[in-house]
């Protein structure tokens, strides 16, 4: 214990290298919950029956974008935002042909899985390496998270046997593109002393935790779970 809290306290939250590199992951995660604010609006309009809840998950993202936007600034950060568009371009773009489609049980698995997997994955492994002021900030987002994805989950567990051939086809198009993000981000999660091993495991288990409420098999889980792991 005693090594591993020596090894953080050698982060230097001031040096050019962390600053650099929080630029786009500080980026990544204000882009993330604006869009994250956005598919809310528009799966409420999808489930009019639950509008009022998505309305108000809608309103917790918006929150979440103004405490991170809050950590940049305290470290004298200015986030790279069109890095983090072009990051999250492929998700977004198949989260907008969903719902033009009216394909609700995609878009709950792109936005309420996928990116709260990915954000409760990220959020969980960051916290023990934060700086004091983006620690209490993550600590309070991420438990929002969890309930944005337990949304998910009740509602498709509710839906099971109709949604799970929708569900295999959405995991099969938009897993690969998860792990392509991670890849794309390890560098700079290194810098911030977050390991991309550690990020795989976080996912993989709590999306593998949320496929098994949601009614999955523990085959389905490990199919669909590492689908587009190696490409
Ligand atoms: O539901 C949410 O609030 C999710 C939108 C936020 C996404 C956060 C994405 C985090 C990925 C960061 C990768 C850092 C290694
Ligand atoms: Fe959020
Ligand atoms: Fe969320
Ligand atoms: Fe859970």
């Not at 639950?50 to 108000?56: M, T, V, Y």
């Not at 993550?138 to 438990?143: L, W």
């Not at 944005?148 to 509710?158: D, I, P, T, Y």
């Not at 091993?197 to 949320?210: K, T």
Request: charged share 25%; with cysteine; proline share 2%.
């Amino acid at each position: 214990m005693q090594q591993l809290a020596d090894q953080f306290e050698e982060i230097d939250f001031h040096s050019e290298i962390y600053k650099d590199a929080y630029s786009r992951i500080n980026a990544i995660v204000i882009e993330g919950e604006q869009e994250a604010h956005e598919n809310y609006i528009r799966l409420g309009q999808l489930l009019p029956e639950h509008q009022n809840e998505l309305i108000r998950l809608s309103k917790m993202e918006s929150r979440h974008k103004k405490g991170f936007e809050a950590c940049g600034r305290n470290l004298q950060v200015t986030p790279d935002l069109q890095f983090a568009k072009e990051f999250f371009a492929g998700l977004h773009q198949n989260f907008q042909t969903a719902a033009a489609e009216g394909k609700v049980v995609t878009c709950l698995l792109i936005q309420s899985l996928i990116i709260e997997c990915f954000a409760i994955a990220a959020y969980n492994i960051y916290i023990p390496v934060a700086d004091d002021f983006a620690r209490k900030i993550t600590e309070g987002v991420v438990k929002d998270e969890y309930s944005h994805l337990n949304f998910g989950e009740v509602w498709l567990k509710e839906h099971y046997t109709e949604s799970k051939t929708e569900l295999e086809e959405a995991n099969r198009q938009n897993l690969p593109i998860v792990w392509k993000m991670l890849n794309q981000v390890a560098d700079d999660a290194h810098t911030l002393a977050m390991a991309k091993d550690a990020l795989v495991e976080d996912f993989m288990i709590q999306y593998g935790e949320a496929l098994s409420n949601i009614g999955f098999t523990t085959r389905d889980i490990m199919r669909m779970s590492a689908y587009g792991l190696t490409a």
